[in-house]
């Protein structure tokens, strides 16, 4: 236990823990400080000035980084406070490109609500803006600088939680600008397209690259089958963007929702999740059997995989050849699928819903495209699906629950649990502990490998063999993993990693919930609360229990492993330089 | 620099970088000392030497361009053989360091900051230099020249010039 100390805070007797901030201190006497640039955990540093309070020192300090003191006197709202708070402001806005009218973020922007809390109903001070240019040649992530407020929560997630460094500060004074280097698009750069950036940005200076306009055009075609699938963690998370709490599960709404989007049909990721531990299953235990290269690291997240091609290219060997759920679920779609349907594969248009933006790269890498069309044609965001939704006047709320479409709707447990950091493991573990024991075994809830710490790591025994697993989540710890595995430090069998913190529920391209929310609760657990809960409920909780995939390898791809199996749902990973000088193109 | 990678042309000088590097690295806030003595190597900081500091520092690129562009002493650009200076500070602005930069802008032919079409020149207004009782003042290279009039300046010039 820390030391309290006791201060006032506008009157008020406050006791805080010696070395927090004053920050900290009010929200103990539930008083509210607003604030720009702050995102705990993330940003704290002090930057902005719109936080500032009269703490008895001849300046105004900043409350997120001034710590408190026995018997300090703070005063957060008086004239000279208000004062001061609104010029900072207005001077932000002086600058700021304001199209907010046709801004992304219109409504979920934390300037906006800021210029309403502080009543700024007039722009007092009209000068020089800049006026650069739209970095929109990523795939994923597109950056507008004109909008940016230069909070820098982007490059501290990018370089401090994710150790991508893909952006920074670059400039100084009016000239500051928050861009690669030598102003290269983010395409040209080693950022993995994770999209945390989008989830910190308090503003609409980083959003996905938004698809939108080629899903209608596909649904309106009348010769294109279009198909859907939806991640595991789409659904615990979409409800946030019709004002449902944090952590529902809408799974039955999201299908009628996109039932009455006009897609032909609805499928769901988890079933492709059960396929990836099938495979993904096997090839670990064809590698410990063989003394094939181990650990075996999981390839679901397009981020990571992007990160190891940049940073580690010595360990790709590592690498699972599985494809993604999303990519094995597009490649079965185009054949087995269209095969027992009686569709030309060119005529079918896969579209999938993920909580992420680097799938739109992934889909977008030539390799991925098992029957020469991509396994996936288009992929949006959770946040574009919500989009469309909107934009189709479905009132999501009120719908009833739908059920996933056959013959590829039906996933185990263990295909659900994909969403969250360490599913994959558990998931993976459900079933290969049993193929070992040759046993059904009961004990299926992993525990260890739950959770929010930033590395994870079980032992598990299955048979005479003790399984060493461990889990890592945000780029940051997958680094620290990869160090020990490059170093021979480490002997796990297999690692799953996550780009994301917290894995897929805090995609990138998940609901963006405001510093106001992020600062009070934790969402990446409240949202995979929802995701284990959704386990829970599912009669069937391991990956080779569910008979639609059973089915799968009876009527089509034989066995997991077969020769089939890895032409459709194996690939192969590339080094990639960082900075590549053919084409470091300026914006 | 005109060199395209690490290990083909320019070898010497990747190899002198290098050994920059190395002398500092290691010790606390070596990366400005590394790119003052890279500047002075290359006479600016571009893609490729950035590249390799980066590489051989275990820094992110991103990071050491934010600190190249934060400090004016640092250029992204190829420097002239003679880098003139122009102060344009308050004092030598009031003493009309403006009329002595357009007259500098008018011989070397250039529209504004940047390098002449030979190399031998390039143009840089900048602000106090530390000479403010000779001001105007102007500095190429190492030498000062101070209360300076427009007329001054093809004379100036010349010297270099002929120099080559």
């Given at each position: 236990?820390?030391?309290?100390v006791?201060?006032?805070?506008?009157?008020?007797?406050?006791?805080?823990?010696?070395?927090?901030?004053?920050?900290?201190?009010?929200?103990?006497?539930?008083?509210k400080?607003?604030?720009?640039?702050?995102l705990?955990?993330?940003?704290?540093?002090?930057a902005?000035?719109?936080?500032?309070?009269?703490?008895?020192?001849?300046?105004?300090?900043?409350?997120?980084?001034?710590?408190?003191?026995?018997?300090?006197?703070?005063?957060?709202?008086?004239?000279?406070?208000?004062?001061?708070?609104?010029?900072?402001?207005?001077?932000?806005?002086?600058?700021?490109?304001?199209?907010?009218?046709?801004?992304?973020?219109?409504?979920?922007?934390?300037?906006?609500?800021?210029?309403?809390?502080?009543?700024?109903?007039?722009?007092r001070?009209?000068?020089?803006?800049?006026?650069?240019?739209?970095?929109?040649?990523?795939?994923s992530?597109?950056?507008?600088?004109?909008?940016?407020?230069?909070?820098?929560?982007?490059?501290?997630?990018?370089?401090?939680?994710?150790?991508?460094?893909?952006?920074?500060?670059?400039?100084?004074g009016?000239?500051?600008?928050?861009a690669?280097?030598?102003?290269?698009?983010?395409?040209?750069?080693?950022?993995?397209?994770?999209?945390?950036?989008?989830?910190?940005?308090?503003?609409?200076?980083?959003?996905?690259?938004?698809?939108?306009?080629?899903?209608?055009?596909?649904?309106?075609?009348?010769?294109?089958?279009?198909?859907?699938?939806?991640?595991p963690?789409?659904?615990?998370?979409i409800?946030?963007?019709?004002?449902?709490?944090?952590?529902?599960r809408?799974?039955?709404?999201?299908?009628?929702?996109?039932?009455?989007?006009?897609?032909?049909k609805?499928?769901?990721?988890?079933?492709?999740?059960?396929?990836?531990?099938?495979?993904?299953?096997?090839e670990?235990i064809?590698?410990?059997?063989n003394?094939?290269?181990?650990?075996?690291?999981?390839?679901?997240?397009?981020?990571?995989i992007?990160?190891?091609?940049?940073?580690?290219p010595?360990?790709l060997?590592?690498?699972?050849?599985?494809?993604?759920?999303?990519?094995?679920?597009?490649?079965?779609?185009?054949?087995?699928?269209?095969?027992?349907?009686?569709?030309?594969?060119?005529?079918?248009?896969?579209?999938?819903?993920?909580?992420?933006?680097?799938?739109?790269?992934?889909?977008?890498?030539?390799?991925?495209?098992?029957?020469?069309?991509?396994?996936?044609?288009?992929?949006?965001?959770?946040?574009?699906?919500?989009?469309?939704i909107?934009?189709?006047?479905?009132?999501?709320?009120?719908?009833?629950?739908?059920?996933?479409?056959?013959?590829?709707?039906?996933?185990?447990?263990?295909?659900?649990i994909?969403?969250?950091?360490?599913?994959?493991?558990?998931?993976?573990?459900?079933?290969?502990?049993d193929?070992?024991?040759?046993?059904?075994?009961?004990?299926?809830?992993?525990?260890?490998?739950?959770?929010?710490?930033?590395?994870?790591?079980?032992?598990?025994?299955?048979?005479?063999?003790?399984?060493?697993?461990?889990?890592?989540?945000?780029?940051?710890?997958?680094?620290?993993?990869?160090?020990?595995?490059?170093?021979?430090e480490?002997?796990?069998?297999f690692?799953?990693?996550?780009?994301?913190?917290?894995?897929?529920?805090?995609?990138?391209?998940?609901?963006?919930?405001?510093?106001?929310v992020?600062?009070?609760?934790?969402?990446?657990?409240?949202?995979?609360?929802?995701?284990?809960?959704?386990?829970?409920?599912?009669?069937?909780?391991?990956?080779?229990?569910?008979?639609?995939?059973?089915?799968l390898?009876?009527?089509?791809?034989?066995?997991?492993?077969?020769?089939k199996?890895?032409?459709?749902?194996?690939?192969?990973?590339?080094?990639?330089?960082?900075?590549?000088?053919?084409?470091?193109?300026?914006? | 620099?005109g060199?395209?990678?690490?290990?083909?042309?320019a070898?010497?000088?990747?190899q002198?970088?290098?050994?920059?590097?190395?002398?500092?690295?290691?010790?606390?806030?070596?990366?400005?000392?590394?790119?003052?003595?890279?500047?002075?190597?290359?006479?600016?900081?571009?893609?490729?030497?950035?590249?390799?500091?980066?590489?051989?520092?275990?820094?992110?690129?991103?990071?050491?361009?934010g600190?190249v562009?934060?400090?004016?002493?640092?250029?992204?650009?190829?420097?002239?053989?003679?880098?003139?200076?122009?102060?344009l500070?308050?004092?030598?602005?009031?003493?009309?360091?403006?009329?002595?930069?357009?007259?500098?802008?008018?011989?070397?032919?250039?529209?504004?900051?940047g390098?002449?079409?030979?190399?031998?020149?390039?143009?840089?207004?900048?602000?106090?230099?530390?000479?403010?009782?000779?001001?105007?003042?102007?500095?190429?290279?190492?030498?000062?020249?101070?209360?300076?009039v427009?007329?001054?300046?093809?004379?100036?010039?010349?010297?270099?010039?002929d120099?080559?």
């Amino acid at each position: 236990m820390s030391k309290m100390v006791t201060l006032t805070i506008d009157g008020i007797e406050v006791k805080a823990p010696e070395g927090s901030t004053v920050l900290e201190a009010a929200k103990l006497a539930n008083i509210k400080i607003p604030t720009l640039c702050y995102l705990k955990g993330i940003n704290e540093i002090g930057a902005c000035r719109i936080c500032v309070v009269d703490v008895g020192v001849k300046n105004l300090q900043a409350s997120c980084v001034y710590p408190v003191a026995e018997g300090m006197k703070v005063i957060t709202n008086s004239p000279k406070v208000r004062e001061a708070r609104r010029v900072t402001l207005e001077l932000i806005l002086s600058n700021h490109d304001r199209k907010c009218l046709t801004c992304v973020r219109s409504e979920n922007c934390e300037l906006q609500r800021l210029a309403k809390d502080l009543q700024v109903d007039d722009i007092r001070f009209e000068g020089k803006k800049n006026d650069y240019n739209i970095d929109d040649f990523s795939d994923s992530v597109v950056r507008d600088p004109n909008k940016c407020i230069l909070c820098r929560r982007c490059t501290s997630v990018c370089k401090n939680i994710q150790t991508v460094s893909a952006i920074e500060t670059n400039e100084r004074g009016f000239d500051t600008i928050v861009a690669s280097p030598f102003n290269i698009s983010l395409k040209d750069t080693p950022c993995v397209n994770c999209g945390q950036c989008i989830n910190v940005c308090p503003v609409g200076a980083l959003r996905e690259k938004d698809n939108i306009d080629k899903v209608w055009e596909a649904i309106a075609d009348p010769d294109l089958h279009v198909v859907v699938q939806t991640a595991p963690a789409v659904r615990v998370a979409i409800g946030e963007e019709f004002g449902l709490p944090i952590g529902t599960r809408c799974t039955g709404k999201m299908v009628a929702a996109l039932k009455r989007l006009g897609f032909d049909k609805v499928f769901d990721t988890d079933t492709a999740a059960d396929l990836t531990i099938m495979e993904e299953g096997t090839e670990l235990i064809e590698r410990i059997k063989n003394g094939g290269k181990l650990p075996l690291i999981t390839s679901c997240s397009p981020g990571w995989i992007k990160f190891i091609e940049h940073n580690y290219p010595d360990l790709l060997d590592n690498l699972s050849t599985c494809k993604s759920p999303q990519i094995m679920f597009g490649a079965i779609l185009k054949t087995y699928y269209a095969e027992k349907m009686g569709i030309d594969p060119a005529k079918i248009f896969v579209v999938s819903v993920m909580p992420c933006t680097a799938k739109k790269f992934e889909v977008k890498r030539p390799e991925l495209s098992a029957t020469g069309y991509p396994d996936v044609d288009v992929s949006i965001t959770t946040r574009e699906a919500a989009r469309m939704i909107k934009e189709a006047g479905i009132d999501f709320n009120s719908l009833p629950d739908e059920n996933f479409d056959d013959p590829m709707g039906d996933a185990s447990g263990a295909g659900v649990i994909f969403g969250a950091t360490g599913g994959v493991m558990e998931a993976a573990l459900r079933t290969v502990v049993d193929i070992l024991t040759g046993k059904d075994n009961d004990d299926i809830e992993y525990k260890a490998v739950r959770g929010l710490d930033g590395i994870k790591v079980a032992e598990v025994k299955a048979g005479d063999l003790t399984l060493r697993a461990a889990v890592a989540h945000g780029l940051g710890n997958a680094r620290k993993i990869m160090d020990q595995i490059r170093s021979g430090e480490a002997d796990y069998h297999f690692v799953e990693i996550m780009a994301c913190p917290g894995g897929c529920v805090n995609g990138g391209g998940q609901p963006i919930q405001p510093a106001a929310v992020r600062n009070e609760i934790d969402i990446c657990a409240e949202r995979a609360k929802a995701i284990y809960t959704e386990d829970e409920n599912i009669q069937i909780r391991k990956s080779h229990k569910n008979e639609r995939i059973m089915k799968l390898y009876e009527e089509f791809l034989e066995k997991p492993g077969s020769h089939k199996a890895h032409e459709l749902l194996h690939t192969h990973y590339e080094e990639r330089e960082n900075y590549p000088e053919e084409c470091c193109g300026n914006i | 620099m005109g060199c395209k990678c690490e290990n083909n042309c320019a070898d010497q000088k990747v190899q002198e970088l290098i050994e920059i590097i190395d002398k500092h690295k290691g010790k606390k806030g070596a990366l400005i000392p590394v790119l003052h003595d890279a500047q002075n190597l290359y006479g600016y900081l571009p893609l490729q030497v950035q590249k390799i500091i980066s590489e051989r520092m275990n820094i992110p690129l991103a990071e050491i361009y934010g600190v190249v562009t934060f400090y004016t002493q640092f250029s992204l650009n190829q420097k002239g053989k003679y880098q003139i200076r122009v102060c344009l500070g308050t004092a030598c602005y009031v003493k009309g360091s403006g009329k002595i930069y357009e007259e500098l802008k008018k011989e070397l032919k250039l529209s504004g900051d940047g390098t002449t079409e030979d190399g031998l020149f390039s143009l840089e207004s900048c602000r106090c230099i530390g000479a403010c009782g000779l001001a105007p003042v102007i500095m190429i290279n190492d030498d000062v020249y101070g209360e300076l009039v427009p007329a001054d300046v093809p004379d100036i010039i010349k010297k270099y010039r002929d120099r080559k």
